[in-house]
Structures are given as structure tokens and as C-alpha cells.
């Protein structure tokens, strides 16, 4: 997801440098995704994380200009991606979505089917409401391949090999992948500079998590963004169960392992889905949705705050540090910027349990 700059509180969202695929790369057509999850977009560009595959695909998939169309909402998109797909609703498990700002359109990755035969899918949605399938053979890409995927064990509670890649996020010039990799400390942030070479450096990290009260290298960043705080560049991770965590780009660069600043701990049984920088009212929040805990808005003046307090290193119960606001955003799965002062929500429907997509202006959040 793109993030948007700003400045307040001596705080900012990094920006992005322009990004495309350069002239005289090694680019090749019809992608050989084995799967398709966390997406992110910039400038025509599409990464796209394979985790059965471990690998990152850039693909070109073109880019528009100017503010984005008033979005026309999508009600049971679920329903009709499965009638283009000639299958059902309860085989369509979307993985993560992307918001080309300029043209509005958002780019949705999800597996048809699951177990060993299910098949990746990308679809594009327009803002007049149009769904699109996007064939992989139409597609110039390149790739970077990583060469410390952990093993593939089915019968595992979770598969680690399906959270090789769990998000991408762009800062500066470089790629940043979290997920799982085959290393001692197996959660990894993972950089790899654009254009893509021949390997990406990771750093193991750790993290104390105060509900399970101990410190932990094997859990995965579920979703990140990159920040600035107090003039540093940093990233504000998302774990399960629900820690944020906040580590230095700088030491990130550096360092082989790295131990991160626990800030918060927001509720047990819970994964972390999306986060989001929006801003309301002038004032700045990170918009965190999750699986069990709806939408948390949290002040991004409290996670300035947070970074001249210790950090959490003992057992402590939810809703500990940082603190959040309830957001009246319903069943969330994916949320993205939408122009200037919108947000693209794909939420569930409580009735029905289908999929709306559909824009919302952020000071309803």
C-alpha cells in the first residue's frame, strides 16, 4: 500500500521514490506464481509475494494519473469474481489488496480453491465498479527469488512456508518483505534494492510479547509501514496476538539480528490484517483492521510518544502502552488510501456474509 507523506508532530509516513521497471532489466511475460498474497503498488508497478514459490514479483501492470473517480461500491464481490472464475463463494479467499492512487483502481490477490490444487488469481476492480480478471500471461515482470524459505510442513497447525512473505512495504530505494524464513531467528525483515539483484539481505527479529511473557523469534510480522519518528526512519509492525512493535531502519541495515521496541499490546487470539496511515480532522492515525478486534485507530502522536518510553518487557495484559480508539468500521478484511481523503474498505457483509467493496471519506472513520 502506498503511503502517503506528511508531516505533523515531528512525525511523517515515508514516501516513495518513483518506481518502475528500469530500461534494459531482465524482463520476462506470464509470471509462474505457484501462489499470490501480500500486495504492494508504485508507479505502474504490482509486487506481488509468492510464498509457496518465495518469491517476489514485480509486476508491470500500468498506472494512471490525477485523483481517483468517485468509487461505484461493489456489493457481493465475492459472488461475482466466483461466477467469472466458474466456481463458488467458498472458494474464493482473497489474500491481500492494492490501490493504484492515481487511476482508483484496486488490485485484489486471492487463491482459488485451497489445499495442494487451490490456483492464485489476480483481479482488478475500476471505480465505475467493473471486475476485471488479470491474466499472469499478459504481464512483463521481474523477480527476485529468497533463498531462505522455510520448509514446507502441510500437517503444521500454520504451514511456515505460507508465511514466507506476509507483507511488502517500499522505503527509500529498497523492498521490504517480512515473514518466515528457514534462519534461527525465523521471523525476518527481509531488503532488497529496486532493481531487483540476485539476493535480498534479511535481519532476524525479536520481539517481547507481553501477553505470552517472553521474548520470541519465531512469530512473523503480520503488516507494517514505514515511519518517521522524532526525524529517525522506522517500521511500526503488527504481530499476532496483537504486539506493536517498532524497529530502526538504520539498525535494520546493519544488523544480522535485531531486537524491536515493544510499544503495545492490543488483545490476544487476534491477527493483525492491515495498517494504514489516514489522517482526520488534521490530526494523523495509524488505522489498524484485525481478524477478531475490529479497526483500531491509533494517535500517531502516541507512537511518538512511545519511543522515549521503555519498552515493554514483562508480562502484561491487553490494551497495555500505546492505546487505540474503536473505529465504527464494520467486518474488515482489506483496507487502502483512496485519493486524498478516502479510504477503500473490503469489508464483509454481517447479513449475508458476502464481500462489499466500497469508498468511505475518512472523516467517518
Known amino acids: 500500500m502506498n503511503k502517503r507523506a506528511i508531516a505533523a508532530l515531528g512525525l511523517a509516513v515515508l514516501a516513495t521514490a518513483a518506481w ?10 506470464d509470471p509462474p506464481l505457484a501462489s499470490i498474497g501480500a500486495l504492494e503498488f508504485a508507479d505502474g508497478v504490482l509486487f506481488a509475494g509468492d510464498s509457496k514459490g518465495g518469491t517476489v514479483y514485480a509486476l508491470e501492470v500500468g498506472a494512471g494519473s490525477g485523483e481517483p473517480a468517485e468509487f461505484t461500491a461493489v456489493n457481493d464481490l465475492d459472488v461475482k469474481i466466483a461466477e467469472m472464475l466458474g466456481t463458488t463463494a467458498n472458494e474464493i479467499f482473497i489474500k491481500d489488496m492494492a490501490v493504484d492512487e492515481g487511476s482508483g483502481a484496486a488490485y485484489l490477490s486471492l487463491m482459488r480453491g485451497s489445499g495442494a490444487g487451490a490456483q492464485p488469481v489476480l483481479m482488478k476492480v475500476t471505480p465505475d465498479g467493473e471486475l476485471h480478471h488479470v491474466a499472469f500471461e499478459t504481464l512483463a515482470y521481474t523477480k527476485l527469488e529468497l533463498g531462505d524459505a ?8 500454520r504451514n511456515p512456508r505460507n508465511s514466507t512473505i506476509t507483507d511488502i512495504e517500499l522505503l527509500g530505494d529498497s523492498v521490504y518483505i517480512a515473514g518466515l524464513s528457514n534462519e534461527e531467528f525465523a521471523s525476518v525483515l527481509r531488503r532488497a534494492p529496486w532493481p531487483f539483484d540476485d539476493a535480498a539481505n534479511a535481519t532476524g527479529l525479536e520481539i517481547y510479547h507481553g501477553a505470552h511473557g517472553q521474548f520470541e523469534t ?32 538504520d539498525e535494520l541495515g546493519s544488523a544480522d ?48 510518544a512511545a519511543q522515549g518510553k521503555p519498552s515493554i518487557e514483562e508480562r502484561v495484559g491487553p490494551r497495555t502502552g500505546v492505546d487505540y480508539e474503536g473505529s465504527p468500521l464494520g ?21 449475508n456474509g458476502t464481500l462489499r467493496l466500497s469508498a468511505r471519506e475518512n472523516r467517518w472513520l
Do not use: W
Open 257 to 304: 539480528k535485531l531486537r524491536g521496541r515493544t510499544i503495545a499490546e492490543l488483545g490476544f487470539g487476534n491477527v493483525p490484517i492491515d495498517m494504514l496511515h489516514v489522517k482526520q480532522n488534521g490530526e494523523d492515525f495509524v488505522l489498524l483492521t484485525n481478524s477478531r478486534r475490529g479497526t483500531m485507530k491509533i494517535p500517531m502522536a502516541d507512537v511518538v
Open 20 to 29: 518502475a521497471v528500469p530500461d534494459g532489466a531482465a524482463v520476462t511475460t
Open 218 to 249: 519465531n512469530a512473523p510480522i503480520y503488516t507494517f509501514m514505514p515511519v518517521e519518528l522524532a526525524g529517525e526512519k522506522h517500521v511500526l509492525a503488527g504481530y499476532l496476538c496483537t504486539p506493536l512493535v517498532t524497529f530502526s531502519v
Open 331 to 351: 467486518l474488515v478484511v482489506q483496507v487502502d488510501n483512496y485519493g486524498s481523503d478516502h479510504i477503500l474498505i473490503l469489508e464483509r457483509n454481517p447479513e
Open 150 to 157: 522455510p520448509e514446507s510442513t502441510p500437517d503444521a497447525r
